[in-house]
Protein backbone atom coordinates (compact mmCIF):
# COMPACT_ATOMS: atom_id res chain seq x y z
CA UNK A 1 0.00 0.00 0.00
CA UNK A 2 1.61 3.37 -1.19
CA UNK A 3 -0.77 6.21 0.12
CA UNK A 4 -1.06 7.99 4.10
CA UNK A 5 -4.79 8.39 5.10
CA UNK A 6 -4.88 11.71 6.75
CA UNK A 7 -7.74 11.70 9.68
CA UNK A 8 -10.36 13.48 7.41
CA UNK A 9 -10.05 11.07 5.05
CA UNK A 10 -9.91 7.90 7.35
CA UNK A 11 -13.30 9.08 8.88
CA UNK A 12 -15.13 9.67 5.12
CA UNK A 13 -14.23 6.07 4.30
CA UNK A 14 -15.64 4.61 7.66
CA UNK A 15 -18.48 6.78 7.04
CA UNK A 16 -19.32 5.17 3.40
CA UNK A 17 -18.86 2.13 4.69
CA UNK A 18 -20.89 2.67 7.80
CA UNK A 19 -23.42 3.95 4.97
CA UNK A 20 -22.84 0.65 2.83
CA UNK A 21 -23.67 -1.38 5.98
CA UNK A 22 -26.36 0.49 7.32
CA UNK A 23 -28.75 0.37 3.88
CA UNK A 24 -27.93 -3.49 3.34
CA UNK A 25 -28.87 -3.81 7.28
CA UNK A 26 -32.20 -1.95 6.95
CA UNK A 27 -32.96 -3.37 3.46
CA UNK A 28 -31.93 -6.84 4.57
CA UNK A 29 -34.28 -6.31 7.60
CA UNK A 30 -37.37 -5.93 5.68
CA UNK A 31 -36.82 -9.35 4.32
CA UNK A 32 -38.42 -10.69 7.45
CA UNK A 33 -41.63 -8.74 6.86
CA UNK A 34 -42.14 -9.69 3.39
CA UNK A 35 -39.70 -11.38 0.84
CA UNK A 36 -37.65 -8.74 -0.80
CA UNK A 37 -37.85 -7.83 -4.71
CA UNK A 38 -34.84 -5.73 -5.42
CA UNK A 39 -36.80 -5.01 -8.65
CA UNK A 40 -39.30 -3.42 -6.93
CA UNK A 41 -37.82 -2.80 -3.41
CA UNK A 42 -40.39 -2.02 -0.02
CA UNK A 43 -41.89 1.48 1.05
CA UNK A 44 -39.50 3.99 3.10
CA UNK A 45 -38.53 4.05 5.85
CA UNK A 46 -36.93 1.04 5.93
CA UNK A 47 -35.46 0.69 9.92
CA UNK A 48 -31.99 -0.28 10.72
CA UNK A 49 -31.81 -2.70 13.71
CA UNK A 50 -29.33 -3.57 16.03
CA UNK A 51 -25.71 -3.88 13.80
CA UNK A 52 -26.46 -0.49 12.44
CA UNK A 53 -26.88 0.95 15.88
CA UNK A 54 -23.23 -0.85 17.12
CA UNK A 55 -21.49 0.07 14.28
CA UNK A 56 -22.44 3.84 14.77
CA UNK A 57 -21.25 3.39 18.51
CA UNK A 58 -18.23 1.95 17.03
CA UNK A 59 -17.70 4.75 14.10
CA UNK A 60 -18.30 7.11 17.20
CA UNK A 61 -15.06 6.67 19.06
CA UNK A 62 -13.01 6.13 16.54
CA UNK A 63 -9.72 8.17 16.66
CA UNK A 64 -5.98 7.75 16.35
CA UNK A 65 -4.54 4.75 18.31
CA UNK A 66 -5.86 2.15 19.89
CA UNK A 67 -9.48 1.46 19.17
CA UNK A 68 -11.19 2.80 22.79
CA UNK A 69 -12.63 0.13 24.10
CA UNK A 70 -14.10 1.73 27.48
CA UNK A 71 -15.39 4.58 25.69
CA UNK A 72 -17.05 1.73 22.59
CA UNK A 73 -18.41 -0.31 25.60
CA UNK A 74 -20.35 3.26 27.46
CA UNK A 75 -21.67 4.20 24.07
CA UNK A 76 -23.10 0.28 23.53
CA UNK A 77 -24.36 0.46 27.16
CA UNK A 78 -26.24 3.92 26.93
CA UNK A 79 -27.32 3.71 23.40
CA UNK A 80 -28.58 0.04 22.81
CA UNK A 81 -32.32 -0.21 21.93
CA UNK A 82 -33.13 -3.97 22.89
CA UNK A 83 -35.84 -3.46 19.93
CA UNK A 84 -33.77 -3.22 17.26
CA UNK A 85 -33.62 -6.87 17.21
CA UNK A 86 -30.68 -7.45 19.99
CA UNK A 87 -30.49 -11.48 21.00
CA UNK A 88 -31.53 -11.76 24.35
CA UNK A 89 -27.69 -12.58 25.66
CA UNK A 90 -26.61 -9.25 23.98
CA UNK A 91 -29.49 -7.64 26.19
CA UNK A 92 -28.06 -9.02 29.30
CA UNK A 93 -24.74 -8.30 28.46
CA UNK A 94 -25.26 -4.57 27.49
CA UNK A 95 -27.79 -3.85 30.12
CA UNK A 96 -25.27 -4.94 32.79
CA UNK A 97 -22.53 -2.75 31.33
CA UNK A 98 -24.95 0.19 31.61
CA UNK A 99 -25.43 -0.48 34.87
CA UNK A 100 -21.85 -0.60 35.65
CA UNK A 101 -20.29 -3.92 35.30
CA UNK A 102 -17.12 -3.85 33.73
CA UNK A 103 -17.09 -4.78 29.72
CA UNK A 104 -14.37 -7.61 30.22
CA UNK A 105 -16.30 -9.18 33.07
CA UNK A 106 -19.99 -8.78 31.34
CA UNK A 107 -18.25 -10.47 27.87
CA UNK A 108 -16.46 -13.32 29.62
CA UNK A 109 -19.76 -14.47 31.75
CA UNK A 110 -21.84 -14.44 28.66
CA UNK A 111 -22.89 -17.94 27.93
CA UNK A 112 -22.10 -19.91 30.92
CA UNK A 113 -18.48 -18.22 30.67
CA UNK A 114 -17.70 -19.38 27.23
CA UNK A 115 -18.17 -16.04 26.17
CA UNK A 116 -20.20 -15.46 22.73
CA UNK A 117 -18.91 -16.77 19.24
CA UNK A 118 -22.43 -15.41 18.02
CA UNK A 119 -21.56 -12.80 14.81
CA UNK A 120 -22.77 -9.77 16.49
CA UNK A 121 -18.79 -8.38 16.29
CA UNK A 122 -18.40 -9.03 12.54
CA UNK A 123 -21.64 -7.19 12.00
CA UNK A 124 -20.62 -3.73 13.04
CA UNK A 125 -16.95 -4.19 12.22
CA UNK A 126 -16.65 -2.78 8.45
CA UNK A 127 -16.16 0.61 9.00
CA UNK A 128 -13.30 -0.04 11.39
CA UNK A 129 -11.35 -1.81 8.26
CA UNK A 130 -12.17 1.05 6.03
CA UNK A 131 -10.44 3.70 8.56
CA UNK A 132 -7.31 1.21 9.00
CA UNK A 133 -6.73 0.65 5.45
CA UNK A 134 -3.25 1.91 5.05
CA UNK A 135 -2.17 -1.41 7.35
CA UNK A 136 -3.74 -4.75 7.12
CA UNK A 137 -1.75 -5.78 9.93
CA UNK A 138 -3.30 -2.71 12.36
CA UNK A 139 -6.28 -3.46 11.07
CA UNK A 140 -6.23 -7.31 12.43
CA UNK A 141 -5.33 -6.26 15.56
CA UNK A 142 -7.68 -3.28 16.25
CA UNK A 143 -10.36 -5.24 14.60
CA UNK A 144 -9.64 -8.02 17.72
CA UNK A 145 -10.03 -4.96 20.21
CA UNK A 146 -13.15 -4.23 18.81
CA UNK A 147 -14.98 -7.50 19.40
CA UNK A 148 -13.24 -7.91 22.41
CA UNK A 149 -15.64 -5.65 24.34
CA UNK A 150 -18.73 -8.14 23.38
CA UNK A 151 -17.03 -11.07 22.31
CA UNK A 152 -14.78 -13.51 24.75
CA UNK A 153 -14.67 -16.50 22.33
CA UNK A 154 -11.97 -16.80 20.19
CA UNK A 155 -14.65 -17.48 17.05
CA UNK A 156 -16.55 -14.56 17.94
CA UNK A 157 -13.26 -12.19 17.91
CA UNK A 158 -12.21 -14.11 14.85
CA UNK A 159 -15.24 -13.15 13.06
CA UNK A 160 -14.85 -9.38 13.89
CA UNK A 161 -11.49 -10.01 12.69
CA UNK A 162 -12.11 -11.12 9.26
CA UNK A 163 -14.68 -8.29 8.62
CA UNK A 164 -12.58 -5.37 9.99
CA UNK A 165 -9.26 -6.69 7.42
CA UNK A 166 -12.08 -7.33 4.40
CA UNK A 167 -13.13 -3.73 4.34
CA UNK A 168 -9.19 -2.57 4.68
CA UNK A 169 -8.83 -4.75 1.57
CA UNK A 170 -11.76 -3.13 -0.05
CA UNK A 171 -10.81 0.35 1.22
CA UNK A 172 -7.13 0.40 0.03
CA UNK A 173 -8.04 -1.31 -3.11
CA UNK A 174 -10.21 1.81 -3.98
CA UNK A 175 -7.58 3.63 -2.85
CA UNK A 176 -5.07 2.06 -4.98
CA UNK A 177 -7.52 1.55 -8.13
CA UNK A 178 -7.40 -2.25 -8.31
CA UNK A 179 -9.20 -4.68 -7.23
CA UNK A 180 -7.68 -6.52 -4.53
CA UNK A 181 -7.53 -10.44 -4.02
CA UNK A 182 -10.15 -9.96 -1.22
CA UNK A 183 -10.68 -13.89 0.52
CA UNK A 184 -7.11 -14.40 0.42
CA UNK A 185 -5.92 -11.41 2.14
CA UNK A 186 -8.67 -11.66 5.13
CA UNK A 187 -7.52 -15.80 5.01
CA UNK A 188 -4.50 -14.90 5.74
CA UNK A 189 -5.18 -12.54 8.53
CA UNK A 190 -7.42 -13.79 10.39
CA UNK A 191 -6.45 -16.40 13.29
CA UNK A 192 -7.00 -19.98 12.68
CA UNK A 193 -10.23 -21.54 13.75
CA UNK A 194 -13.75 -22.99 12.53
CA UNK A 195 -14.29 -18.73 10.53
CA UNK A 196 -10.68 -18.95 8.99
CA UNK A 197 -11.48 -22.94 7.63
CA UNK A 198 -14.46 -21.58 6.15
CA UNK A 199 -13.07 -18.52 4.62
CA UNK A 200 -10.21 -20.54 2.80
CA UNK A 201 -12.76 -23.23 1.60
CA UNK A 202 -14.99 -19.90 0.03
CA UNK A 203 -11.86 -19.55 -2.10
CA UNK A 204 -12.79 -22.68 -4.06
CA UNK A 205 -16.48 -21.51 -4.53
CA UNK A 206 -17.89 -19.82 -7.35
CA UNK A 207 -21.48 -19.72 -7.42
CA UNK A 208 -23.79 -18.02 -4.39
CA UNK A 209 -26.37 -21.04 -3.92
CA UNK A 210 -23.59 -23.83 -3.12
CA UNK A 211 -21.64 -20.86 -1.34
CA UNK A 212 -24.30 -20.38 0.90
CA UNK A 213 -25.11 -24.00 1.28
CA UNK A 214 -21.49 -25.12 1.63
CA UNK A 215 -20.47 -22.34 4.21
CA UNK A 216 -24.06 -21.04 6.22
CA UNK A 217 -26.29 -18.31 5.63
CA UNK A 218 -26.07 -17.10 9.09
CA UNK A 219 -29.13 -19.28 10.29
CA UNK A 220 -27.54 -19.69 13.15
CA UNK A 221 -26.11 -16.17 13.97
CA UNK A 222 -22.54 -17.55 14.42
CA UNK A 223 -19.52 -16.00 13.31
CA UNK A 224 -18.82 -19.46 11.90
CA UNK A 225 -22.09 -19.69 9.95
CA UNK A 226 -21.95 -16.44 8.88
CA UNK A 227 -18.60 -14.52 8.30
CA UNK A 228 -17.16 -16.72 5.85
CA UNK A 229 -20.71 -15.99 3.19
CA UNK A 230 -21.07 -12.48 3.86
CA UNK A 231 -16.73 -12.12 2.89
CA UNK A 232 -17.42 -14.72 -0.16
CA UNK A 233 -20.00 -12.09 -1.35
CA UNK A 234 -18.01 -9.02 -1.22
CA UNK A 235 -15.32 -10.79 -2.57
CA UNK A 236 -17.64 -12.22 -5.56
CA UNK A 237 -19.75 -8.65 -6.05
CA UNK A 238 -17.24 -5.83 -5.00
CA UNK A 239 -17.51 -3.65 -7.42
CA UNK A 240 -21.90 -4.25 -7.45
CA UNK A 241 -23.44 -3.44 -4.52
CA UNK A 242 -27.28 -4.36 -5.76
CA UNK A 243 -25.68 -7.82 -6.65
CA UNK A 244 -23.81 -8.51 -3.32
CA UNK A 245 -27.21 -7.80 -1.24
CA UNK A 246 -29.51 -9.39 -3.94
CA UNK A 247 -27.10 -12.39 -3.16
CA UNK A 248 -27.13 -12.03 0.89
CA UNK A 249 -31.27 -11.93 0.18
CA UNK A 250 -31.47 -14.80 -1.78
CA UNK A 251 -29.39 -16.85 0.52
CA UNK A 252 -31.57 -15.87 3.56
CA UNK A 253 -30.80 -17.42 6.82
CA UNK A 254 -29.36 -14.22 8.96
CA UNK A 255 -30.39 -11.72 6.02
CA UNK A 256 -29.99 -8.23 7.74
CA UNK A 257 -26.81 -9.06 8.94
CA UNK A 258 -25.49 -10.89 5.88
CA UNK A 259 -26.60 -7.78 3.88
CA UNK A 260 -24.46 -6.08 7.03
CA UNK A 261 -21.08 -7.01 6.38
CA UNK A 262 -21.37 -7.37 2.62
CA UNK A 263 -22.77 -4.39 2.48
CA UNK A 264 -20.22 -2.36 4.61
CA UNK A 265 -17.32 -4.27 2.91
CA UNK A 266 -18.52 -3.32 -0.51
CA UNK A 267 -19.47 0.14 -0.03
CA UNK A 268 -15.82 0.45 1.44
CA UNK A 269 -14.84 -0.18 -1.97
CA UNK A 270 -17.34 1.42 -4.20
CA UNK A 271 -18.03 4.38 -1.69
CA UNK A 272 -21.49 6.25 -2.01
CA UNK A 273 -21.72 6.12 -5.67
CA UNK A 274 -22.34 2.29 -5.79
CA UNK A 275 -25.34 2.42 -3.46
CA UNK A 276 -28.26 3.24 -5.13
CA UNK A 277 -29.77 6.54 -3.93
CA UNK A 278 -33.34 5.35 -3.72
CA UNK A 279 -32.00 2.84 -1.24
CA UNK A 280 -30.19 5.51 0.64
CA UNK A 281 -32.58 7.85 1.09
CA UNK A 282 -35.43 5.09 1.91
CA UNK A 283 -32.97 3.42 4.90
CA UNK A 284 -33.92 5.40 8.47
CA UNK A 285 -31.81 8.17 8.70
CA UNK A 286 -28.97 7.26 11.14
CA UNK A 287 -29.05 8.60 14.74
CA UNK A 288 -28.25 12.36 15.38
CA UNK A 289 -26.06 11.42 18.31
CA UNK A 290 -23.45 9.84 15.68
CA UNK A 291 -23.64 13.43 13.82
CA UNK A 292 -22.69 14.89 17.03
CA UNK A 293 -20.03 12.58 17.52
CA UNK A 294 -18.12 12.65 13.85
CA UNK A 295 -18.04 16.61 13.49
Not at 9 to 36: C, I, M, N, P, Y
Not at 167 to 173: E, I, L, N, S
Request: hydrophobic content about 50%; glycine content about 12%.
Amino acid sequence: MSFTLFPGTRLALALESLAGLSVGDALGAQHFVAKVDLSDPPPAPWEWTDDTEEACCLVAVLTEGDFDRDGFADLLGRHHDPYRGYGPGAVVMLREIREGLPWPIAAAAAFDGQGSAGNGAAMRAAPLGAWHADSLTHAAAQGARAAEVTHAHAEGIAGGVAVTVAAAVAAAGRLDGQRPPLLRAVAAHTPEGLVRDGLVAAARITDPGEAAYELGNGARAMARDTVPFAVWVADRFLDDYPAAIGACVAAGGDVDTTCAIAGGIVAAYTGLDGIPPAWLSAREPLPAWLAAATE
